[in-house]
C-alpha cells in the first residue's frame, strides 16, 4: 500500500467529526447481536481498501452496523457483501467469493473498494452533512488512485457522490444531464466511466429489484471498459449507454 493511501486510512479509522455516527457505531459495537456476541467489534470509521492501482473502483454507501462495523473491512459479514463478493470472484476481482472478516485470505485484484461514508448510520442513512465530512477522504482517494478508469457506483447516493466530487474539482458545473439509472453508463470530463448499479443492499436483493444476473452484467460491462478506455481527459463528457432494469 502507498505511503499516501495509508496515511489517509490512519486518518480515517481516527476521525471523529460525526458524533451522531460515532455514538451509533460505538454502542452497536457493546450491545452486539446475538449471533455475534464472541465477536471484538470493529466499531470505528471503515477504510477502504484493496488494489491501490487498480483500474476499477466501486462505490458504495456506508458501513453496515453488524457487516464492516463489525469486521473493519468493507462488504465484510454482511448480506451486501455476501452478494457482492462472489460476482466479483466470478470475473475475477476478488480472489475468493466469499468475506467472512478482515483477515480472512480475500484481495481484490485490480479493484478497490471505498465508501461515501465511513460510519456505519442509523437506518442505513447518512445526513447531508455527514456526508459532507467525509467527502474530504473520497477526494483524497479518488485524486490518489490514479489508474482507476471505471466507477460503479452501488446506489444513487454514491452515484450523486462521485458528481459532487467532480463539480468540486471544477470538471461538472452540476448533476443535471446525469440521470441515475441501473446500467447508466457516462464518460466523465476527466476520462473515468462512471457506471450506476443498484446497491446490493438485501431490500433490493431479496425483492428482486437487484438480481445476480443483473449485477454481473454491471461488472462484466466496467471490466471490459477498464481494459478499453485509455485515461486522461476527453473534452466532453457524454452518455455512453443507459439500459435501466438490466
Not at 447516493?157 to 463539480?167: E, G, S
Not at 429489484?209 to 454481473?216: D, W
Request: net charge positive.
Amino acid at each position: 500500500m502507498p505511503a499516501w493511501l495509508t496515511e489517509l486510512n490512519q486518518e480515517v479509522v481516527a476521525c471523529e467529526l460525526c458524533p451522531r455516527l460515532r455514538e451509533h457505531c460505538q454502542r452497536i459495537a457493546r450491545e452486539k447481536r446475538r449471533a455475534y456476541l464472541d465477536w471484538d467489534y470493529w466499531g470505528r470509521p471503515v477504510p477502504g481498501f484493496g488494489d491501490a492501482d487498480g483500474r476499477l473502483l466501486i462505490l458504495g454507501l456506508a458501513p453496515g452496523a453488524h457487516g464492516s462495523n463489525r469486521t473493519g473491512r468493507m462488504f465484510t459479514g454482511d448480506g451486501s457483501g455476501n452478494f457482492l463478493y462472489p460476482v466479483l470472484h466470478g470475473i475475477g476481482f476478488a480472489s475468493q467469493p466469499d468475506s467472512r472478516h478482515r483477515e480472512d485470505g480475500l484481495t481484490l485484484r485490480d479493484a478497490y473498494i471505498t465508501a461515501v461514508a465511513r460510519c456505519a448510520p442509523p437506518g442505513n442513512k447518512p445526513s447531508p452533512e455527514e456526508i459532507t465530512n467525509c467527502a474530504k477522504f473520497l477526494d483524497r482517494e479518488l485524486d490518489g488512485l490514479k489508474n482507476v478508469r471505471v466507477v460503479v457506483a452501488l446506489g444513487r447516493i454514491a452515484f450523486d457522490a462521485y458528481l459532487r466530487y467532480l463539480k468540486r474539482r471544477g470538471l461538472v458545473a452540476s448533476k443535471n444531464g446525469y440521470a441515475f439509472a441501473h446500467g447508466a453508463c457516462y464518460r466523465m470530463p476527466e476520462g473515468r466511466i462512471l457506471l450506476a448499479s443498484y446497491h446490493p443492499s438485501q431490500q433490493n436483493t431479496q425483492t428482486g429489484k437487484l438480481t445476480r444476473k443483473m449485477l454481473e452484467k454491471i461488472f462484466l460491462q466496467a471490466a471490459r471498459l477498464a481494459r478499453q478506455v485509455a485515461p486522461g481527459p476527453v473534452a466532453e463528457s457524454r452518455k455512453l449507454v443507459s439500459y435501466s432494469g438490466v
